[in-house]
């Protein structure tokens, strides 16, 4: 999305939600998305009278962020443990020596699992309550 667009988007829904009385915003995207609305959030905090918070932590290395890749290991651990349903392995290639196309981080097939993804999620939410709580006692 044009950066233009986005920013013009995320300006008027945090308006909007700090014209209604809230005071904190979570707001978590994908790539570039996040980047930006982190970019912008000194700024909007001012403008909407706001505290943005983002659940993208500095380094996400060990793979239990929440999004951290293109469909491989995060994304399809966090699917695995939320909606497994959807999660569809077996359409992927058996040859490991065959990337599957669109897949950006870990191999899904050999580095996901349902467990990793309750794991990611248990963090997250561990982290950002906190995050959270001491903002709003702040």
Do not use: Y
């Not at 233009?4 to 978590?28: D, K, P, S």
């Not at 695995?80 to 191999?107: C, Q, T, W, Y």
């Amino acid at each position: 999305m044009d950066k233009r667009l986005f920013r013009g988007l995320i300006e008027t829904i945090l308006g909007l939600l700090g014209r209604q009385g809230f005071r904190i915003v979570v707001g978590h995207g994908h790539g570039p998305s996040i980047a930006e609305f982190k970019r912008l959030t000194p700024e909007l905090e001012k403008k909407c009278g706001l505290k943005l918070f983002s659940a993208r932590r500095e380094d996400e290395s060990d793979g239990f962020g929440i999004q951290t890749d293109h469909a491989a290991a995060n994304e399809t651990s966090l699917m695995m443990a939320l909606r497994p349903e959807l999660v569809h392995l077996e359409n992927l290639s058996l040859d490991l020596e065959e990337k599957p196309k669109a897949v950006s981080g870990k191999d899904p097939r050999t580095h996901s699992s349902p467990e990793k993804g309750r794991q990611a999620i248990s963090i997250q939410v561990e982290r950002m309550s906190k995050i959270l709580r001491g903002a709003l006692e702040g």
